[in-house]
């Protein structure tokens, strides 16, 4: 057996039609998981799986929106009726709220932390019903450094980060016995399509780049590799880790 290889294995990967999503998914792919693409838009879902059957992998879609339990996991068991079952899923979907706190309302509170934190839980609890029954599973959780650090404007954000570092710690307990590992990946400042304003703007760019050791962004096809790691069986002792990859950004005073 291969210790990174993922051939056979049945990945969903939320939040996958760009960005570090879509990076972890070709990543999967490319280690040989057949990976399926989650959005709203089919049209940019349909974009990434061309690029990785381009690439000689295998992957298809599901639209739905994690925010929406009814239909994250009316997908979700479509895609283990399509498929037979459910092998890796990656809780990466997620949005962020800005606002100075005396204008921070509680219903902009509730939806971030809906998105992204309540819905990693209760998919998580859907494909681990998969996962157990096979004795074999993996679930993968993107955190942020923000689950450990904080900046101002977004405390449901990091609310929710934080959490999600806690939920994995739980699941890793729970579902260990039965095969099933759960861990975090916690993402430092990426140079994706989203932060596109953020690199070019010249003073948040510099306060990346001297904050961050290695003095730059991360390209966001270096976190690819830690999402085959933990789901291959080079990562199958690995259980309630929090994986932060940020240049170094959280190791320096």
Known sequence: MEIFSLTGKRALVTGSSRGL?????????????????????????????????AAGGSASISVFDVSDEAAALGAMDQMAADFGGIDILINNAGIVHRAELKEFT????????????????????HAAGYMTG????????????????????????????????????????????????????APGYFATEL??????????????????????????????????FLASPAGAYVNGHLLVIDGGMTVKL
């Open 21 to 53: 999503g879509l990076e972890m998914a070709r990543a999967l792919a490319s280690a040989g998981a057949h990976v399926v693409l989650n959005g709203r838009y089919e049209d940019t879902l349909r974009a990434g799986v061309a690029e990785i059957e």
């Open 106 to 125: 509680t219903e902009d509170y509730a939806r971030v932390v809906h998105t992204n934190l309540t819905s990693c839980f209760y998919m998580a609890r």
């Open 134 to 185: 096979q004795k074999f599973g993996r679930i993968i959780n993107i955190a942020s450094v923000l689950s450990v650090l904080g900046r101002p404007t977004v405390p449901a954000y990091i609310s929710a980060k934080a959490g999600l570092a806690g939920l994995t710690r739980g699941l890793a307990v729970e579902l260990g016995p039965d095969g099933v590992t759960c861990n975090a990946i």
């Open 195 to 228: 932060n596109a304003a953020l690199v070019e703007d010249p003073e948040f760019n510099q306060f990346v780049c001297d904050r961050t050791p290695l003095g730059r962004w991360g390209d966001p096809a270096e976190l690819g590799g830690a999402a085959v």
